[in-house]
């Protein structure tokens, strides 16, 4: 072929790559972004702590603490977080264990923070024993129209089908490593055989292709999103400095370049606003801060939920990624 080399081809089966509980969780870490996002600097949050007696058995589990000083004294405070919609309002009885857990772990405050509100005697209690009240509640979207201006985000996923790859070696690599390479390829060709020079993690096929559609930069430029895939013919030459080797039985064969045959395509996927929420004080009635949340994505092999997060005291809002829990809604 023009410019020498040696020619493998390596067929693809069709192989697509694509770029790419509720049980208080999830309102405790609301609470605790919401807290460590507010706390001046030389404060710490530290979530779901276990405390053991001298047995070794577990005697509590604390939510949300936040520990400081103010000007020199120590100062600790206790966030206690109730999700249970099938029991109703939080009961005094919750607020009696709050108040135990203020004087044996010898915290300065204690705040409760409930889905469901409080009944009439545990705010009565909690008023008597200075336990602070808040609590989260859903609201309608169109109580969030001040700020939140979207229904809906799009998520762009950049995937691409490999068909075929044509391995090029260089001229030096002779016919008896190349014939090798040949030998060891039906084996190889489920794994990640496609070694970086400099080191790092090898790729199969497919992900080569993947990353080298990418690295070109403008290859999607008109792809259309849900629409037909572009067929392209891409091929790659790989540098002194930064190439692939393949283990053989003769050792280490140098790929000098590769011709990738396959199609491209753009999944676009509307992900709804599914949730809106208010962090707030039940004294008052004042927001602490309204969080809208969207429905979950897969992300390189993780379930994700991107949420909007306003808070009332200075008006910024903070966009930030949850990771759920297989579990999680």
Known sequence: ?????????????????????????????????????????????????????DDGVQIAELDVEVRGKVGSTDFAWLIECRDRPSEGPAPGSWIEQLVGRRTRFLFNKVTAVSTTGFAPGAIEFARAQGIELREVKALAAEEFRDWLVMSYISQMDHGGTLRSAVIVLGENEGEERAQALRDSLPSLMATAFLKPSKGGVALTAPEAFSAAAHAA??????????????????????????????????GPVRVQSIIFR????????????????????????????????FAPVELCGMRLSMELHRLAESGETHVTLRKLEDSDP
Do not use: C
């Open 262 to 293: 396959g199609e491209l395509y753009i999944k676009e996927t509307l992900l709804p606003l599914s949730a809106t929420t208010e962090y707030r004080q039940i004294e008052t009635g004042q927001p602490i801060s309204q969080v809208a949340a």
């Open 217 to 250: 930069g403008t290859l999607y430029s008109d792809v259309v999103p849900n629409g037909p895939a572009k067929a392209i013919e891409l091929r790659v030459r790989y540098g002194d400095e930064n190439h692939f080797v393949v283990e053989t039985g003769l």
């Open 1 to 53: 072929m023009p410019g020498g080399g040696i020619l493998l081809m390596v067929v693809v089966v069709l192989e697509t790559v694509t770029v790419m509980r509720q049980d208080g969780r999830q309102l405790e870490a609301l609470v605790e972004f919401v807290e460590r996002t507010l706390l001046p600097q030389g404060y710490g949050v530290k979530t779901n702590r276990r405390i053991y007696n």
